[in-house]
């Protein structure tokens, strides 16, 4: 089994900074990429950022400028800088990770519980 465990939301003012952490641990032997979705309420899951091993990340365009993604490949992590926060930021953040395991065939994404990001007006 693969866990995901998140760190970092919180409340915040319109215009300040966050930063989400999220480590992938558990029985897996190979991992492809990481990063987050976010769900706000009565809307559907949506990209925030992801970030391949060979550093290659995506955006969404309205996080483009202001989040920073970035990962360490060793340690199983990924990081979400985010800067210039706006209401439309209020939303349960979700960390993913693709790996390899010894339960599923092929590639398997796994998600995290979520963290709550409240960016105030």
């Known amino acids: 089994q693969v866990q995901l465990v998140e760190s970092g939301g919180g409340l915040v003012q319109a215009g300040g900074s966050l930063r989400l952490s999220c480590v992938a641990s558990?029985?897996?032997?190979?991992?492809?990429?990481m990063g987050w979705y976010r769900q706000a309420p009565g809307k559907p899951r949506e990209l925030v950022a992801t970030?391949?091993?060979?550093?290659?990340?995506t955006y969404a365009d309205s996080v483009k400028g202001r989040f920073t993604v970035s990962g360490d490949s060793g340690k199983n992590t990924v990081n979400l800088l985010m800067n210039s926060l706006k209401p439309e930021d209020t939303a349960v953040y979700y960390c993913?990770?693709?790996?390899?395991?010894?339960?599923?065939?092929?590639?398997?994404?796994?998600w995290g519980q979520g963290t709550q990001v409240t960016v105030s007006s």
């Open positions: 993913l990770a693709d790996v390899r395991d010894y339960v599923h065939l092929g590639l398997w994404r796994y």
């Open positions: 970030i391949a091993t060979d550093g290659n990340s």
């Open positions: 558990g029985s897996f032997f190979s991992r492809d990429t």
